[in-house]
């Protein structure tokens, strides 16, 4: 059995337009956060392509906590474009 955790950011073309440099740094640091706690939780990264993230686990649980863990951090240190969040 494998898990699977995808996602993806919210108006990221609309972002790209506003700041395009300010959107791909923040964007470098959600994923960092997402490799962390994919990682941290015995999932592989299969691609970060684009503004998208694609992960499997050996089990449903390591992909669900992983996701919580990840939408507590971004939460709390949300990056931002502009005023706008990621």
Same mark, same amino acid.
């Given at each position: 059995?494998?898990? &699977?955790? !995808?996602?993806?950011? !919210?108006?990221?073309? +609309?972002?790209?337009? &506003?700041?395009?440099? /300010?959107?791909?740094?923040?964007?470098?640091?959600? +994923?960092?956060?997402? +490799? !962390? *706690? &994919? =990682?941290?939780?015995?999932? *592989?990264?299969?691609?970060?392509?684009?503004? #998208?993230?694609? /992960?499997?686990? =050996? #089990? /449903? #649980?390591?992909?669900?906590?992983?996701?919580?863990? &990840? *939408? *507590? +951090?971004?939460? !709390?240190?949300?990056?931002?474009?502009?005023? $706008?969040? $990621?």
């Amino acid at each position: 059995m494998t898990a &699977i955790l !995808a996602a993806d950011a !919210a108006g990221y073309s +609309r972002l790209m337009a &506003i700041d395009d440099r /300010a959107t791909v740094a923040a964007l470098d640091a959600a +994923r960092a956060v997402f +490799r !962390a *706690q &994919i =990682e941290a939780n015995q999932g *592989q990264v299969i691609d970060m392509a684009g503004d #998208s993230v694609l /992960a499997t686990f =050996e #089990s /449903a #649980s390591g992909a669900v906590t992983a996701a919580l863990s &990840i *939408q *507590q +951090r971004l939460a !709390a240190d949300r990056p931002e474009v502009n005023g $706008l969040p $990621l």
